[in-house]
């Protein structure tokens, strides 16, 4: 039983990391030249996550300039808003899912207890 909360609390951290990145993403998608990142989830040792973070350098549109006004280099943000919001939406529900889990484990624990008093 033990083994199902150490998985649930590892999945609850790395969708905790998830929600971070896709909300720094958020934040700069109007930073000209960020590249957005994503959060990679694999199975780990003993049942747990382990999240790596990787940066994604596609290319996005180049910054345009107007006829006489100063010229800026460079391109904008790859960030795609609806993108990220779907990103969001997920890591939410398995965090939720992840603590539904947790909590009808410990109901169950509590039962077992209980019967055996």
């Not at 990679?40 to 382990?50: D, F, K, M, P, S």
């Amino acid at each position: 039983m033990i083994d199902g909360i150490f998985a649930a609390s590892s999945a609850l951290n790395a969708f905790s990391k998830k929600v971070a990145v896709v909300s720094n993403n958020v934040a700069n998608m109007n930073t000209d030249g960020f590249k957005k990142s994503r959060t990679i989830l694999e199975e780990g040792q003993n049942g747990g996550v382990e999240v790596s973070i990787q940066r994604i350098d596609t290319p996005e549109n180049p910054i345009p300039h107007e006829e006489g006004a100063n010229v800026r280099t460079g391109e904008n943000s790859n960030v795609d808003l609806a993108e990220e919001m779907v990103n969001m939406i997920l890591a939410q529900r398995a965090y939720e899912a992840n603590i539904k889990s947790i909590e009808t484990q410990n109901e169950l624990e509590g039962t077992i207890v209980d019967i055996l008093k």
